[in-house]
């Protein structure tokens, strides 16, 4: 049995290196003894015929177009997916894109595939910076956020509730939006790296579709030993209280 990870788009999606958080799934699936590989995937064709789990990166505005309409040839795989309770991780402009659309400062607008509530919409100067998110799912996470867009219309559903930071802005003290196993973030990091428990996680949704168990080989220990040093520094930096574990 072999893990099977789709890195959407990473020609246009991966300006941050949010490609990067199929890597880290890959290569923590392999130090659990779990075969893996990543698919890079640029159009419907190049699809695997089965999926464990999905990574969409972010871009620039530049390439929001091309890339919207590249993922529209996916609608129905995407949807599916989603439904099947395959996890799907977007970031940044990759989220968007699976929203309802994208508003632009000079009124004109993008449609989104619609597979996860809420829209993006302009707000007042680009936000860079740390931020740190408590979550019910996958605990507290770290990240970059870079954006000049908030996000609105899922209250309902966010990823988590702020420590730090902007996350969706218009002070609605949220972050992200997350429905069944599609998850959508600006947290850059990539933040699987960053946050190894959120990578274990997804991880273990993948296993047990598969009806196996997952738990993190040794050679984990040593990377989220750097991971829990950086995420120590970034809550220090925060004024945040440090986890015990970091």
Do not use: C
């Amino acid at each position: 049995m072999t893990f099977t990870i789709v890195s959407l788009l990473p020609g246009t999606q991966n300006t941050n290196g949010d490609a990067q958080n199929a890597t880290v799934l890959e290569t923590r699936a392999e130090w659990a003894g779990i075969a893996a590989r990543t698919v890079l995937v640029e159009r419907a064709s190049e699809l695997p015929g089965e999926i464990d789990a999905i990574v969409l990166g972010s871009g620039s505005d530049a390439s929001l177009e091309r890339s919207r309409d590249a993922l529209r040839t996916m609608h129905d795989e995407l949807r599916r997916w989603g439904t099947e309770g395959i996890p799907i991780l977007a970031v940044g402009t990759g989220w968007e894109l699976l929203s309802w659309g994208i508003e632009h400062r000079d009124g004109s607008s993008l449609e989104g595939l619609g597979i996860l509530p809420g829209r993006a919409v302009p707000r007042d100067g680009r936000v860079t910076g740390d931020i740190v998110v408590s979550t019910p799912r996958f605990g507290q996470l770290v990240g970059f956020e870079n954006h000049a867009r908030a996000y609105v219309g899922a209250e309902a559903s966010p990823l988590g509730r702020l420590r730090a930071g902007e996350g969706n802005g218009r002070d609605s003290g949220q972050e992200g939006v997350i429905m069944g196993s599609v998850i959508g973030t600006h947290l850059h990091g990539p933040v699987l790296a960053k946050n190894p428990a959120f990578a274990d996680a997804l991880l273990r949704i993948m296993a047990e579709r598969r009806g196996i168990g997952y738990a993190p080989g040794e050679r984990a220990l040593t990377a989220d030993a750097y991971a829990a040093a950086a995420r120590a520094a970034q809550l220090r930096a925060a004024g945040l209280d440090v986890e015990p574990s970091a």
